[in-house]
């Protein structure tokens, strides 16, 4: 956290002024910004505005323990990537099975939100650009890192994930760690992320909802307005 960093945020549009700010520092090629639905997209969107740059949504579900939904086990994203802690599916007692429903259901919604807010345009050219992956916050890491690898496959430039929030510990595995298959393997090609950025690392954590004033839910609708406020700016996806 740097000295102009505040101890909270009101909501998620200032955080990602904030967040925009001190992105603009950073050297970017052909940037793009992605939103992570849904809480993301409010934040992406004062990024983009600030970079002047397009926005776009990037498709992540996190895989939550039944009973302990902001628990995550792992996330499924777009092109059927899917990311599993196993230290959380050894400490919960998940078994294949359990994973299996779980890992459907969400891919079920995953494909839903693909068709509201695509409405089938394919997705903003990846290859070749430096790509900031914009989440509220983060807390295990693990829709972020399946954004990640996800993302890998489209041969971006670099990536920078970049959050208003999240555990020292989480900002250091994403700065330290290649993403992983869900079996483990490498994926095809290098760890792409250049920098992992967090305007707030507390300690104790206490969840990413702490840290804002108005942590409201995001809906469909307000995600399809932003993009669209945004698209019709002229920053729109190229």
């Keep these: ?27 970017a090629v052909n940037p793009l910004v992605l939103g992570l639905l849904r809480g993301g997209v409010p934040v992406a ?12 949504v990037w498709l992540v579900r996190k895989l939550g323990v039944p009973g302990q939904t902001e628990l995550a086990f792992g996330a499924i994203a777009e092109g059927g990537v899917q990311v599993i802690n196993k230290k ?4 919960q007692g998940l078994d294949k099975d359990r994973i299996r429903k779980i ?16 409405r089938g345009r394919p997705p903003a050219p990846i290859k070749g650009r ?32 970049a959050v ?28 792409l992320v250049s920098r992992a950025v967090a305007l707030l690392s507390p300690a104790p954590f206490w969840g990413v909802g702490a840290w804002y004033d108005d942590f409201r839910q995001v809906s469909d609708e307000e995600v399809t307005r932003l993009l669209a406020v945004h698209a019709s700016s002229g920053s729109a996806s190229k």
């Excluded at 969107?45 to 776009?56: F, I, K, M, T, Y």
């Design 1 to 27: 956290m740097t000295s102009a960093s505040p101890q909270r945020f009101r909501n998620r549009r200032h955080a990602g002024a904030l967040l925009g700010a001190m992105l603009r520092e950073l050297d």
């Design 45 to 56: 969107c004062e990024v983009a505005r600030a970079l002047n740059a397009p926005l776009d």
């Design 88 to 91: 959380v599916v050894a400490q």
């Design 103 to 118: 890992s459907r259901r969400q891919q079920h919604e995953l494909s839903r939100r693909a068709r509201l807010f695509r």
């Design 130 to 161: 430096t790509i900031f992956l914009i989440d509220d916050g983060l807390a295990t890491g693990a829709s972020m890192r399946a954004a990640i690898q996800a993302l890998t496959h489209r041969q971006p430039r670099e990536v920078v994930p």
């Design 164 to 191: 208003p929030v999240a555990p020292s510990r989480t900002i250091a595995e994403l700065n330290s760690q290649a993403a992983t298959t869900a079996d483990g393997s490498e994926p095809s090609r290098a760890n």
